[in-house]
């Protein structure tokens, strides 16, 4: 189901697609590929939106950088000084926080008109084509993210690209969620796989050391409350993975709402919200971003996010939702 959500400046329309199913329901927006909203029972049976979003077109646009719900590419995360080598080349990326760039660049895929495909009745097919030298990086790449609601409810996201000339990959979902539907998320209880995490300097980004999260605040391994201070990277176990395979669980102890996360990814990003602005508040959701470790194109250590001619990238995250 589709509607017309609001129009670019340049006339460009931009339309919100509703998912539903076994008592969820997802609405998406073709700008950015964004999850606007997820609608889940509590424990009561009671319905409520667990992540945060604009009720308007405007609102995304009057209040891009919280990456609410977008689609995160052509590199999610931090890329150093804002340069990175290839194959002997060195590309110069946008400092769009100086000196680094994050998520993509100025006008990242989260700040795109995706085209959009209905499958197979319970799922949609986003997909643009990311021309050769948009925001600095190299090759021209066709992308697609398929979002899918499976028998059980859950949202499943996969990720595919290809390219005609050697680049970088790097894509994510950017929600923020709230399990309660309102208020502070640092009540929520946190349980990752991750026995590392990349420590990261003055300006974010690693420093090239997995350090053990034993005997740290950054040890999840065992449920516990999230709380503030995290803007992070945890090195999940198993590392990248054919098949998604089950890396943490978020839990609301009030609402009694639970969220599993799924992924194929060696990494998720634990971000606390701890700047988010009017709207909203700090703390007030939790970003779960999966993908690869940042800065990983300086850093030939981590795993690699070089996509090639004749490769696909492929990559897939499902968030499940249920009650206890």
Request: avoid cysteine; charge should be negative.
């Amino acid at each position: 189901m589709s509607e017309q959500f609001g129009t670019l400046s340049d006339g460009t329309p931009v339309h919100r697609w509703t998912l539903e199913r076994s008592g969820v329901r997802v609405r998406i927006l073709s700008y950015g590929g964004i999850v606007q909203s997820v609608e889940v029972p509590d424990r009561e049976g009671r319905t409520g939106n667990v992540v945060l979003g604009f009720a308007d077109l405007d609102g995304y646009l009057t209040h891009p950088e919280p990456y609410l719900g977008a689609l995160v590419g052509r590199y999610a995360n931090r890329i150093a000084g804002g340069r990175f080598p290839l194959d002997g080349v060195t590309y110069a990326l946008a400092q769009n926080t100086p000196p680094n760039s994050l998520h993509g660049g100025e006008r990242g895929f989260d700040k795109r008109v995706w085209d959009v495909t209905p499958v197979d009745g319970h799922g949609l097919r986003l997909s643009r084509v990311g021309p050769h030298g948009e925001e600095g990086f190299p090759g021209r790449v066709e992308v697609s993210a398929t979002y899918t609601l499976d028998d059980s409810g859950a949202l499943r996201i996969a990720y595919e690209a290809v390219t005609d000339a050697p680049t970088v990959v790097n894509l994510t979902n950017h929600s923020y969620w709230n399990l309660a539907g309102g208020g502070n998320a640092g009540g929520h209880e946190l349980r990752l796989d991750a026995s590392h995490y990349t420590p990261v300097d003055a300006d974010l980004i690693p420093t090239g050391v997995l350090e053990e999260v034993a005997g740290t605040r950054f040890d999840f391994r065992e449920a516990r409350k999230v709380g503030a201070g995290y803007d992070h990277n945890f090195v999940l176990d198993g590392g990248v993975t054919r098949a998604a395979r089950e890396v943490g669980e978020l839990y609301d102890p009030a609402s009694g709402r639970v969220l599993t996360v799924s992924t194929t990814e060696p990494g998720l990003q634990l971000y606390t919200a701890d700047h988010l602005r009017e709207p909203f508040a700090p703390g007030d959701a939790i970003a779960l971003e999966t993908q690869h470790f940042p800065d990983s194109p300086n850093r030939p250590e981590f795993p690699s996010t070089v996509l090639r001619p004749g490769e696909v990238y492929r990559s897939e995250t499902v968030y499940g939702f249920t009650v206890r």
